[in-house]
Antibody, heavy 124, light 107 residues
């Protein structure tokens, strides 16, 4: 059974930093691309960032480019999201999602499994 | 980026009703369209991929159709556990983008 467990969320001041983690189990972690998708309170889903299974390729939404860094440690089956220069509009529940293939956005790609999410609140 | 537009944004329906949700892409995406269900306080769940392929374990009352720019998610007979928000997502080109969601509420 696929399990994804996010951690690292919390309250941070504008301009601050936070690192999210997503511990994965139940599948061969290095074989699958992973994504971070966020959901602001009462709003819809917004893709944030993705990384290929090998970690060779990373992708970012324009809204976070230059501020967020996605990475993974395949030896620890863990996905990360380093978030710097946080703003109020980064406030959201952040979900990690397992992809259907090793390359993000490849043929008929889907986000097949999701974690329960971790809440990030940016406020003074 | 491809924009995905869902309609309606919300609807009220009764148990047993037939419900149809529409998703429109800003350019043709063939059948590279996924549907997710999200219940309050929970993570999204993949229901349908490739516009019409039901994931294993998803009740057969759910169905998807469409190709090109216009897509539909249909629930043939709404059940209590179906009250949720539904999102479409295009997987035709990166960045993968979601529709704004359709909230299905109890009438």
């Amino acid at each position: 059974e696929v399990q994804l467990l996010e951690s690292g969320g919390g309250l941070v001041q504008p301009g601050g930093s936070l690192r999210l983690s997503c511990a994965a189990s139940g599948f061969t972690f290095s074989s699958y691309a992973m994504s971070w998708v966020r959901q602001a309170p009462g709003k819809g889903l917004e893709w944030v960032s993705a990384i290929s299974g090998s970690a060779a390729n990373t992708y970012y939404a324009d809204s976070v480019k230059g501020r967020f860094t996605i990475s993974r440690d395949n030896s620890k089956n863990t996905l990360y999201l380093q978030m710097n220069s946080l703003r109020a509009d980064d406030t959201a529940v952040y979900y990690c999602a397992k992809g259907s293939a090793g390359v993000w956005g490849s043929y008929r790609y889907t986000d097949t499994d999701w974690g329960q999410g971790t809440l990030v609140t940016v406020s003074s | 980026d491809i924009q995905m537009t869902q309609s309606p944004s919300s609807l009220s329906a009764s148990v047993g009703d037939r419900v149809t949700i529409t998703c429109r892409a800003s350019q043709t995406i063939s059948d590279y369209l996924n549907w997710y269900q999200q219940k309050p306080g929970k993570a999204p769940k993949l229901l349908i991929s490739a516009a019409s392929s039901l994931l294993s374990g998803v009740p057969s009352r759910f169905s998807g159709s469409g190709s090109g720019t216009d897509f539909t998610l249909t629930i043939s007979s709404l059940q209590l556990e179906d009250f949720a928000t539904y999102y479409c997502q295009q997987s035709y080109s990166t960045p993968l983008t979601f529709g704004g969601g359709t909230k299905v509420e109890i009438k």
